[in-house]
């Protein structure tokens, strides 16, 4: 919901500070060496490079940028400067005086919640749940930072009926409806290699839960599923923006509303040639 269809700079460096056993970019996060960084990388030029190649904004991903945090918001002012936008593509997981600074310079953010208990953080991601929480609520009561959140489902982890319900309620309660909530496919890899990929009927059921529990923008990823990637009105139900894959369909929000209810849609929306 942030500027669908527009053009955005990844970019990440090396190492993590969550021990998760189910990493999907392990070789990236779990990386003990990396290429010298040079000028290429400086903030300025990395900005520079953003709006020479047209792009609306640039996002700090592949790994956590809470790690490289000092150089992110570095990076974070010169894109400002050239009035381009900033995405945090994070865990959450940071003391409060950081979060403050880190989050200051984001335009956007989505955040990895990635289960909803203790048991689980501890067990597979070495970390704490709670930090996690205070961060989306710091996000939503405190900023101004565009939210959403990632959910990646494990099978037999964290997949139940039970916490997929606690966790989308959780949402609603604390954060509110219109926070989009994505539910993403898992795919073997790092230490888990023996689990089995998520089944897409279970992200369906995951998307039909947080739904019946009163969120508004719920959608599934990592697999093939247009009708579970789209946006639709969460009033008259239409559908607003198809997506198949990466590639968008006709829009049917026109100002940030629903064409055919006038529904405001949350999240921002530009107008693509």
């Known amino acids: 919901h942030f500027y669908p269809g ?6 990440g460096t090396a190492g993590c500070n969550l021990g998760c056993k189910f990493c999907q970019n392990w070789n990236i996060s779990k990386a003990r060496t ?46 400002k400067k050239l009035g381009l936008h900033t995405v945090a593509v994070s865990a959450g997981y940071i003391t409060e005086l950081a979060r403050e600074d880190f989050f200051s310079v984001m335009s956007a953010a989505n955040i990895d919640l990635k289960g909803f ?56 309660d604390h954060l509110g409806t219109e ?18 990929p998520t089944p897409p009927e279970t992200l369906t059921k995951a998307r039909e839960i947080a739904l019946a529990n009163g969120l508004h923008y719920v959608y599934t990823g990592n697999v093939h599923d247009p009708a579970g990637s789209s946006t639709y009105c969460p009033n008259c139900k239409k559908l607003l923006l198809e997506r198949n894959w990466y590639e968008l369909g006709q829009s049917y929000i026109k100002d940030g509303k629903c064409q055919y209810c006038n529904y405001k849609i949350s999240g921002y929306f530009a107008v693509l040639s």
Request: proline content about 6%.
């Open 6 to 11: 527009t053009t955005i700079l990844s970019f």
């Open 34 to 79: 990396q290429d010298r960084l040079t000028k290429n990388a400086l903030p300025k030029q990395i900005a520079l490079d953003a709006k020479s190649h047209g792009c609306s904004s640039v996002a700090f991903t592949y790994n956590d940028p809470v790690i490289f945090a000092e150089y992110a918001i570095d990076t974070a002012i010169e894109c």
């Open 117 to 172: 208990s203790e048991k689980f953080y501890k067990q597979y991601s070495m970390a704490h749940l709670k930090p996690v929480l205070e961060t989306l609520k710091y996000l939503v009561n405190k900023t101004k930072v565009w939210l959403e959140i990632t959910n990646l489902v494990i099978p037999n982890v964290n997949d139940s009926t039970k916490e997929i319900d606690l966790m989308t309620r959780w949402i609603r």
């Open 179 to 196: 926070i989009p909530l994505h539910f993403s496919a898992f795919h073997p890899d790092f230490k888990m290699t023996d689990t089995p």
